[in-house]
């Protein structure tokens, strides 16, 4: 199973309805709070190469975007053989 990463902040949407899926998927997640500011949003910002809005996610530290990318990524049917489900 790879390594799932996915920096967040509370109250986003889009950090939400990713959770979510990845939740309906049954695989294992690191969920890492990263608001506005902190390090860990500054962290997200480097792995993502720039980018600076959350969700930030990751597979096997691979930077694979935000929840619009997870979403085409599932409907192209790409994401469980990313996930290893496939």
């Known amino acids: 199973m790879p ?4 920096y ?5 949407p889009y950090c939400i309805r990713a959770v ?3 939740k309906q998927k049954g695989v294992s ?4 709070d990263a608001p506005y500011g902190t390090p860990e949003r500054a962290e997200s910002i480097s792995r993502s190469g720039g980018r600076t809005t959350v969700p930030q996610i990751f597979i096997d ?3 694979i ?3 619009d990318e997870l979403m085409a990524l599932e409907r192209a049917g790409r994401l469980d053989g990313l996930l290893g489900r496939g």
Do not use: H, S
């Not at 967040?8 to 986003?12: A, I, K």
């Open 61 to 63: 530290n691979t930077p």
């Open 29 to 32: 997640f690191n969920e890492i």
């Open 8 to 12: 967040t902040q509370p109250g986003c």
């Open 20 to 22: 979510r899926l990845l």
């Open 65 to 67: 975007g935000g929840c």
């Open 3 to 6: 390594a799932i990463d996915i």
